[in-house]
């Protein structure tokens, strides 16, 4: 038997909806919705003659198949018995418990297996629905956990407002919500959102047709109707059919993942919602998030359009491509305003009375707008088109780390999420005097690194951090993102930057913070 644990051990607490700590088992369908592909391919091995002969139109059963037919009825038969007795012993072991601060799920009849996590390290809860379970009102449960690397903790599959309660009440223990002591068994019913965005189909489809991979493309059909037209060869447009077809496959995958995005805020934190065929609820509590990047491809430049990821702990580093990379993706395509709005429901306090300037000035500015301190003048030969753009600007509670001259991107790490800190300096910026500091935080698409700064003013800002990051931390005294987070505004109002909160305390200087690596 094997016993896994997501975050170490904790305090007990009180199971919410379940105060006796009772098990309970998935949906019935479960198994079947998960092992359908079995059946049918049972079904296609055992069927696949008869099949064929319906095809070609001719008889279904000839004496060669009459005298074969009963001893593939009877294999059939058992292996269909096999498959559908494990499908009901897997159903029977699969259980899940909710108490004592942990959410538990016990499987397997042959080889026993319990995972686990605790509550208050829930950094996400994702509620999927394939298409077959859509069919059935079916969704899995997928709770997130620092330093997982995968899925902590997986249910597979409740019924769809039994899964919306049970998120509903873990998100309200990993919060840091108490039970009524005169009913601790009451349900928890799920908060009430407000949408802040949606992204309209005809956008999504904009920005597909306008990415990289159909300039690629196109530069590609050009160069072999060229080599076709010099060479008096038909054979290179051959080369297109390969580069056609993967990319006509990328383009549904976005589609499929990103169509019908909704952003909505609740006191349980951030929710997005999408999907077309599978689909797809997240539900990020603000103050888990690691770090934040805002990118513009320079064709995106001529609509005003933007794409943002994150760093989330517990999706790991494969949150960059994949299944992942749309669990990273806070918005795949938006405007300026939907980017700050976003902005806000992650960093509710900017920390600074300026932060509609600054964080424009990071997305689209130059040189030093809103006090971004860019690489030294001496060093444009490293960087002749970005370096008036490459710097950095520190508010009270977020390092915004700039980049890019084509490809324009603004890196934002909240300081208490500063793991470690590093200088990097090859012999190429030793001779100019800049060198590059990089910012550690959980795995993930975001890699925060500000380039070539000087080299005085980037030692200057790794004591810095260190500083601002440890302070920060001891500001932090709950692994509750509740007691985090201050409520700025009412749920009616998305909260804006605006930098209506009050700044922090002066942040001394530090002898211990994160070392260089």
């Known amino acids: 038997m094997t016993v896994e644990a997501a975050g170490d051990a904790g305090p007990a607490g009180v199971s919410p909806g379940n105060a006796d700590g009772e098990w309970l088992r998935v949906h019935p369908a479960s198994p079947f919705v998960r092992g359908w592909i079995a059946l049918a391919a049972i079904g296609y091995f055992f069927g696949r003659d008869i099949f064929e002969r319906l095809i070609q139109g001719g008889p279904l059963i000839d004496d060669r198949m009459a005298g074969r037919a009963p001893w593939l009825l009877a294999a059939g038969s058992v292996i269909l018995v096999l498959a559908i007795l494990g499908f009901i012993m897997t159903w029977y072991f699969t259980r899940y418990q909710v108490a004592e601060g942990y959410v538990r799920v016990k499987t397997g009849f ?32 997928r709770f997130e956990v620092a330093d997982a690397g995968e899925s902590a903790v997986r ?5 769809m407002d039994d899964a919306r309660q049970l998120r509903a009440t873990i998100l309200a223990r990993a919060a840091g919500v108490t039970p009524d002591p005169e009913s601790p068994d009451a349900v928890v019913q799920e908060a009430p959102e407000q949408t802040v965005l949606s992204v309209p189909p005809s956008r999504l489809v904009g920005s597909l047709l306008l990415s990289e991979q159909s300039v690629f493309v196109l530069l590609g059909a050009v160069g072999s109707v060229l080599l076709s037209v010099l060479t008096g060869n038909s054979g290179f447009f051959l080369y297109l059919i390969p580069a056609a077809l993967g990319l006509a496959a990328a383009y549904w995958s976005s589609f499929n993942k990103g169509y019908n995005f909704t952003a909505a805020i609740s006191p349980d934190g951030i929710r997005l919602r999408y999907g077309l065929l599978d689909t797809q609820a997240q539900t990020l509590p603000p103050g888990r998030i690691q770090a934040l990047r805002v990118f513009q491809p320079p064709i995106w430049r001529l609509f005003g359009w933007y794409r943002m990821h994150v760093n989330v702990a517990g999706y790991g580093a494969a949150g960059g491509n994949g299944e992942g990379g749309s669990r990273t993706t806070l918005l795949p395509v938006g405007t300026l305003a939907d980017v700050m709005t976003m902005m806000s429901l992650v ?5 600074t009375p300026d932060a509609a300037r600054i964080f424009a000035a990071g997305i689209n500015g130059r ?6 301190i860019t690489t030294p003048e001496r060093a444009r030969l490293l960087a002749p088109l970005a370096w008036r753009r490459n710097g950095y600007a520190a508010t009270d509670t977020a390092l915004l780390l700039r980049s890019g001259r084509w490809w324009r991107q603004l890196v934002v790490v909240p300081h208490q999420r500063t ?19 990089v910012l550690h935080t959980t795995a993930g698409p975001v890699v925060p690194r500000l380039i070539q700064a000087d080299v005085d003013v980037a030692r200057a800002l790794f004591q810095e951090q260190a500083a601002r990051a440890r302070a920060a931390r001891k500001r932090q005294t709950s692994e509750q993102w509740l007691a985090q987070v201050a409520p700025a505004t009412p749920i009616a109002e998305p909260p804006a ?21």
């Open 110 to 141: 042959l080889f026993r297996q319990q995972r686990q996590a605790r509550l208050d390290r829930v950094q996400a809860i994702d509620v999927v629905q394939p298409l077959l379970a859509r069919i059935f009102g079916l969704a899995e449960l």
């Open 367 to 372: 040189e030093n707008d809103g006090g971004f």
């Open 497 to 517: 930057l605006s930098g209506q909160l009050a700044p922090s305390e002066p942040l001394a200087p530090s002898q211990d913070g994160p070392q260089n690596g």
């Open 347 to 351: 960093l509710p306090d900017p920390g």
């Open 419 to 437: 793991q470690s800190i590093a200088l990097h300096q090859g012999p190429v910026a030793r001779r100019f005097g800049v060198a590059d500091l």
């Open 155 to 159: 249910l597979a599959f409740l019924r």
